[in-house]
Each structure stands twice: as C-alpha cells, then as structure tokens.
C-alpha cells in the first residue's frame, strides 16, 4: 500500500475510478505509481503553459491576451521599416535571432502583411494572428527538411513571407501570380497543399509513419484553426493518431473561431457548435501524462499479453486525475500541452524546442490561444469584414469596393430564397460555417429560427438535411461546388438513394477567379448528374436563378440542385418581389433562331453564346441559341429539334469532363443523331486545373470565350478565323 499512498497524497484526491477499481485492489497500478518517481520524462520535457492553478495542480484556461506591443505598428500606407525582416530571406537565416528579434519579426511580419494586402486584397486577420506562431516555428524547426502543414491555408502569408517569396506578396492571387494557399509546386517549404480545411492532421500523419517507414528522422508538425476543428475528419486523424503513436506535432490555433467568420448582417457572429466551449474549458493534465508515459514504456518492456492490462490503467488513471471534465484530446491518445499564449514568442520557441528534443513523445497536441487580426485595430474590431479583403484603407481598414447596379448571384439566391420562405414556414436554410459566402447571413436575419450554421462539416450538412426531409421540412442546403465534394457520399447514400427531396444550392460553381484551383467548382454537374433521381439545373442569368430556387422548393418528391457562378447577375429582368416562378422540369428554350449553327449553353455560359452568335451574324452566318436550363433531365426534344435543323451543334458549359455535354452526346448518340451529316462538338474546361488569376483570364485560358466559340464554329463551316478578327479589329 506504500506506493498507492505516495501516489495519492502526491497527485489524486481520494477516490476511485469509474470503473470501481480501488487503488489497492491493482497490483499493476502500485508498480506504475512507483516506477513515476524514477520516470518524469514527459514533465521534465515540457512545462504547461501559463494559466492559474487549482488544487489538483492543473491548469485552467484562461483566454487573455496582451493587447500592448512593444512599439507602434505603421500602418500609415507608407511602406513601413522592417530591418530584421530585410535580412531574413529563409528560415536559416533567422536561427541565430534572439528572443527580442524574434518578437520584433513578427511585428514586421504583421506590417508588411498590412502593407501588401492593402494594395492587392486577399486573406488578412489570420495571418496577422500567426505572426509570432509562425516566427517561432521557423526558429525552431528546420523546413524544408522537416515538414509545416498550415491549415487553413489562407493563415500562410508569414510563412510564404520567411521562405523566399517576399518579393513576390505582391502577385498573391494574381494571374502568374503566388497561390493563396499553401503550394506544393510553389516551394520546398509547403509541405502539402491546403485549400480546404481540416486535413492537416491526416497529411501529417501520413508523412510521420512514411518517415518512421523509411527511418528518416524529421519533425512534421500540423497547424491546425481558425475553424478547421470542427470538421470529422480531424477527429478521425486524431483518433488515428494516438493508436499509431508516431511522432507528431499537432498544434491548435484556438482563435476562438470554430466557424469561419463570415458574420451576420449585423455583424460577427458568436462561433457555432459546442467545440467552442470545450476548448475553453480544457485541461492540461501533466499528471496524467507522466502516469502514462511510465504505462506505456512498461508495455513495451512487458510484451503484448501486456495490452489489455495497460487499457485498465490507462482508464483508471483518467478517472481519477481528469474525472468528467478530462480532456477530449488525452482521451484520442495525445499528449495535450497548454494552454499557451499564442502570441509570447519566447514561451512558444521554449516549448517548442523542448518537445523537438524528446526522442519519442508519439502525437502531442500544443494548444494556443491567439487572436484573429492580433496587431490590427480595423482587423481586430471586425475579424468578420477584414477575414478576406478587397484594397483597402490601411489607416482605418476601410476597403474598396466597386459599386455595382448587378447584385452578385449569391445575393439574387438569398433573396429569391427569402421570398420563397415567405410564403411557406416548411423551408429552412443550412450552410456549413458560410453565411456571408453563401447569402444566408440576410436569410438568417429573417428568419433566425430556420437558418442553420453547423460549422465546417459539409458532410453533416448534407445528412442533417436529410434528416430534416424525413420530417415534412423544405431544406436548402447551400454549399459551394467545391465543398460539397467533401459531403458526396452523404448526397449519394443519405439523398439520393432514398430519394429524399434535398435542395442543393453549388455557389461558386465553375471558375472562382483568385481562389484557384482549390475552390474551383468545375466537377459538380458531373458527379451530381450521375445520380439516379437527382434534378439537376444551371440558370443562365439571375431571373432565371430566382425561377430554379422557385422550381426547387416546388420539387417535393426527390432531391433537387442548381449551380450559379460567382460575380454579378447580368442585369435581366428580375421576377415581382423576386419571387421566381417554377419551371417546367426538363425544359429548356430558344432565344435566338438562326439556320445553320445551332449552339446548346447551359448555365451562364449561355450568354457567351449569344455573344458569339453576334460576332457570328457580323460574317454571316446565322446561329440559333438555346439555354439548356437541365442537365439531368434533359430536354430531349429541344436537342433533336437542334440536330436535325442545323448543320452544327455546339454544346457549351463551364465544367468538366462528364458533365452536360457527355449527357447531351450520350442522348445522341443512343438515338442515332451522331449519324448523319451533323457535326457536333462540346466545349467544356479542360481537362487540368486551371491556377488563380481573374475570372476573365481563366475564362479565356480555359478557350471559353465568345470569340473562342465563334471561332470553333468557323472551324466547322470551312472559314478562318480571320474573318472574325478583322470584325473583332473593326
């Protein structure tokens, strides 16, 4: 009993485990309990970071941040003096930089982020939240031989700034320009691509058991935040984590957001969901880690009957040092240390270099506490507004935006939503951590019962729609293309196949512009149109939009969906009180009758089309243009009445391979209207990912533009394109 005794007058109260295991009745838990006072491996490594103590001797949370810095900021709009930054052009040459420097850096870093965004737009308050992170993770560990994975990306700028890429801030997001995520092909020093959030856990891990398996012996370490640990899959990797117990650093930037903060209108909206209080209750219970550490090296000396034995210690011990509030992460099988100020560079570098020295620490969690915008009044007063940034003021934060009299297809969506959800309670709104991006900020302003925000988790946007289907309710689930990816099964299983009428509303579908590649819609229609009862729609123009909301929310017997780009309506004529009018399904129509050339658009590519069939007219040749409105299901008789009456169909959309014009070939081809005399072709995105840049230069790089289809149809009727250039020229 001596060494239970030493154990509990040392570190736990007087109590049993949950299971009803007292401390005498395990032998194994006497040898453990005097095997720690030979082994505090762990404690003697890393310290808990700062917090006040309870009588248990663990640290709580406690979220303050120092608001003063050590000198002022310039943020005048002049280009501010960065002397230490100036000599630093990678990380090696920041390694001999002392504490002070150090902090001084990421003052800089902030300065020069400030300066450069202000010009160019693009994501600012969480990079300016990761300045001294990102500092004392260059300072620590030695990239690119060991591996930073940066999640969400868009908290990369200091990174890309400290490894080579300062000269070329300027071009972020540009056409040519750098990426505004992290980019492997970009430089050696981005471990792994991160567009979408919540997979650096998994990246990670992967790249720790590939080096254990190749006996390499770098460091990789997973920053994850600013909303990413909301999503599954980070939970899923964590879980794997701690069963494989590879080294890994994974480290938190708790910034309070567990949802992107894309606000409300009437501002920043409180994060979602209940990660966002259990992160501010968290424990750091080095006690329990130094139990375990001792458990599992016995295991390992012991052989493998040990296992199960060690699982019983390992629960009584978590019973009787963390009790009902122990940590969710110690329970996945990582050592949690924190919290730490994500902002005191010298208590960061300290941990850091302890937990790099530890031969063998398996999967270790550093939990920071940071805040979003840090350094920036404007950013730090609206984290909401200042996330993703037009040019700016950077005196007062105030951005520049053009004043437009076209609303963006986002706001036409909202709004034709509203008016749907007018006139019938049964519809409600769900969005995955986007209510800016996808509109239903204005929705939720109305009708704040029936909107829901569940964070970033497409896939349980997805089923808990379906869910809400089962019961009679109307849900539209607004989601952009590219995220929706993450949720395809759930369409396909949880939708689909049991025929539940789900409303999918694919913002940003097509070509994104400065975003690139990552959030490129290009694949929806395709992997959308392949499903067996699924309706699926494109509108040409924001009338029509409002007309496929209306059509959707009248579907009431299967799952419906509809793709609508980003930018700005056209300036149709917009239906009474933008209440739309439920199209026939399956139906689409002509708006200009021609003879010869017959061109086929679906979705917003259809006014390309018109615009060519006017730089067509001007060489004479007379085109007819129809607006597909369907994909799935097809408007039959308008695709044979084009193939029969003119001796050129031309299919248009922005998509992939697959998509509306493998459905439309498909059609003819089964009927026999490939043939005869008609010459067919599709012009869909190509078949590569296309990089950021204007919206207007990916549309021409992907050969979508009027003058691209006028030319493709000259090739078909035995002209040159010079005739078109000289009308072009005129």
Not at 221 to 227: A, E, Q, Y
Not at 332 to 354: A, F, S, W
Not at 495 to 521: E, I, N, S, W, Y
Not at 544 to 565: G, K, N, Q, W
Request: glycine share 10%.
């Amino acid at each position: 009993m001596a060494p239970c005794v030493v154990l509990k007058s040392s570190f736990l109260p007087l109590l049993h485990s949950q299971d009803g295991y007292s401390c005498s009745s395990s032998p194994l838990i006497s040898i453990v309990s005097t095997s720690l006072l030979h082994n505090r491996k762990f404690s003697e490594h890393v310290v808990a970071a700062q917090g006040t103590t309870n009588s248990s001797g663990d640290s709580n949370i406690v979220r303050k941040i120092d608001h003063q810095f050590t000198r002022p900021l310039n943020f005048s709009g002049e280009k501010p003096s960065t002397p230490i930054l100036d000599t630093i052009n990678y990380p090696i040459h920041m390694k001999n930089l002392s504490i002070e420097e150090l902090e001084k850096l990421a003052d800089e870093l902030r300065e020069d982020i400030v300066y450069t965004v202000s010009k160019i737009g693009g994501h600012l308050s969480s990079s300016l939240g990761v300045a001294e992170l990102t500092v004392a993770l260059h300072h620590v560990f030695n990239t690119p031989e060991d591996k930073i994975i940066w999640d969400v990306g868009h908290q990369a700028y200091p990174h890309k700034i400290l490894t080579g890429r300062r000269s070329r801030m300027h071009t972020i997001r540009q056409t040519f320009g750098l990426a505004g995520f992290p980019k492997r092909e970009e430089s050696p020093h981005d471990a792994f691509g991160a567009g979408h959030s919540s997979t650096s856990i998994s990246a990670g891990l992967g790249m720790a058991v590939g080096r254990d398996l190749l006996r390499k012996h770098h460091h990789v370490i997973s920053v994850i935040g600013d909303g990413a640990m909301t999503a599954g899959q980070a939970y899923e990797a964590m879980n794997n984590a701690g069963y494989l117990d590879s080294n890994l650093i994974i480290i938190l930037n708790d910034n309070a957001q567990v949802s992107l903060p894309t606000a409300t209108v009437d501002g920043p909206a409180l994060p979602v969901g209940a990660l966002s209080a259990a992160l501010t209750r968290l424990q750091a219970s080095r006690k329990f880690r130094e139990l375990r550490e001792v458990a599992k090296g016995m295991t390992k000396q012991m052989g493998s009957q040990t296992h199960e034995i060690a699982a019983k210690v390992d629960s009584y011990m978590r019973g009787m040092v963390g009790g009902s509030g122990f940590s969710l992460f110690e329970e996945l099988g990582l050592y949690y240390i924190g919290p730490v100020d994500g902002h005191n560079v010298e208590e960061m570098v300290h941990i850091l270099k302890k937990v790099k020295a530890m031969p063998a620490p398996g999967p270790v969690l550093i939990h920071l506490i940071t805040e979003k915008g840090k350094g920036y009044a404007p950013a730090l007063d609206a984290p909401d507004r200042m996330h993703g940034v037009v040019k700016f003021d950077p005196r007062t934060g105030k951005q520049t935006k053009t004043k437009s009299k076209k609303q963006s297809y986002t706001q036409y969506f909202a709004e034709s939503l509203i008016a749907e959800a007018e006139r019938d309670e049964r519809i409600v709104a769900i969005h995955a951590a986007m209510g800016g991006g996808t509109g239903l900020n204005l929705f939720q302003k109305r009708f704040p019962d029936r909107c829901f925000d569940v964070g970033i988790a497409e896939q349980h946007a997805v089923t808990f729609a379906a869910g809400l289907a089962t019961e009679g309710v109307k849900p539209f689930c607004a989601i952009y293309s590219s995220f929706l990816q993450r949720g395809y099964d759930q369409v396909v299983h949880d939708v689909d196949l049991q025929k539940l009428p789900v409303r999918f509303a694919m913002d940003r579908a097509g070509l994104v512009g400065a975003d690139g590649p990552t959030h490129c819609g290009a694949f929806d229609t395709t992997f959308m149109a392949c499903l067996p009862n699924m309706v699926v729609m494109a509108p040409s123009c924001e009338a029509e939009l409002m007309h496929m909301v209306a059509t959707a929310a009248a579907i009431d017997d299967r799952p419906s969906c509809f793709r609508y780009p980003r930018g700005n309506g056209v300036g149709s004529i917009l239906p009474t009180n933008n209440k739309g009018i439920p199209l026939e399904v399956g139906k689409g129509r002509v708006l200009r009758e021609g003879s010869r050339v017959a061109m086929l658009g679906y979705g917003t590519m259809v006014q390309n089309c018109l615009a060519a069939a006017q730089l067509l007219q001007a060489v004479g040749i007379s085109t007819t243009v129809a607006d597909a409105r369907f994909c799935k299901p097809l408007d039959e008789g308008l695709i044979r009445q084009l193939a029969e009456e003119h001796e050129v169909l031309i299919t248009v959309e922005e998509g992939s391979i697959g998509g509306f014009s493998s459905h439309v070939s498909h059609f003819l081809g089964l009927n026999g209207l490939l043939d005869g005399n008609l010459k067919w072709r599709p012009m869909i995105l190509p078949d590569r990912y296309i990089d950021h840049g204007s919206q207007k230069d990916q549309i021409d790089a992907a050969g979508l533009t009027s003058t691209h289809i006028a030319i493709t149809v000259l090739s078909l009727v035995g002209k040159g394109k010079e005739c078109l250039l000289e009308q072009i020229v005129k």
